[in-house]
Nanobody, 130 residues
C-alpha cells in the first residue's frame, strides 16, 4: 500500500492556474502508475488524467486536454497536475490515485477507471470563480 497526500488546491479566478502535488510514500514510487480524478458535488468520480510508470505516457480526458499537464518526479516521489486556463466547471475535489495492477489493463484504458486503482489520497479542493 502506498500513502498519497495531495496539496496545492485553492480558490482561483477563471483563466488562472494551479499546480497540484501528490506526495507518495510507503512503497517504491516506480512500482506505480498514477491518475488524477475529480469529484464535484453530487457527481461521480471523473477521470482527469493518468501517467505511466516511466512517465513517458500520459492520458487526458477531453475536457482538460490542452489545459492540464501531468508529470512525475522520481527524486521527490511526487506526481503533479498543472492546471492552466481553469474554468468554473473545473471546480471539484481532486484526488490522486496509484495503480499497481496489470500493465496491459492500464494501457488498454484502465487508467480512466477510478476503481481500477489501488490507493487514493484524501483529496484537495479546487474552486474556480467566474
Amino acid at each position: 500500500q502506498v500513502q498519497l497526500v495531495e496539496s496545492g488546491g485553492g480558490l482561483v479566478q477563471a483563466g488562472g492556474s494551479l499546480r497540484l502535488s501528490c506526495a507518495a510514500s510507503g512503497r517504491t514510487f516506480s512500482e506505480y502508475a498514477f491518475g488524477w480524478f475529480r469529484q464535484a458535488p453530487g457527481k461521480e468520480h471523473e477521470f482527469v488524467g493518468g501517467i505511466s510508470w516511466s512517465g513517458s505516457n500520459t492520458y487526458y480526458a477531453d475536457y482538460v486536454k490542452g489545459r492540464f499537464t501531468i508529470s512525475r518526479d522520481v527524486a521527490k516521489n511526487t506526481v503533479y497536475l498543472q492546471m492552466n486556463s481553469l474554468k468554473p466547471e473545473d471546480t471539484a475535489v481532486y484526488y490522486c490515485a496509484a495503480y499497481a495492477g496489470p500493465i496491459r489493463t492500464y494501457y488498454s484504458g484502465g487508467y480512466g477507471y477510478w476503481r481500477a486503482y489501488d490507493d487514493w489520497g484524501q483529496g484537495t479542493q479546487v474552486t474556480v470563480s467566474s
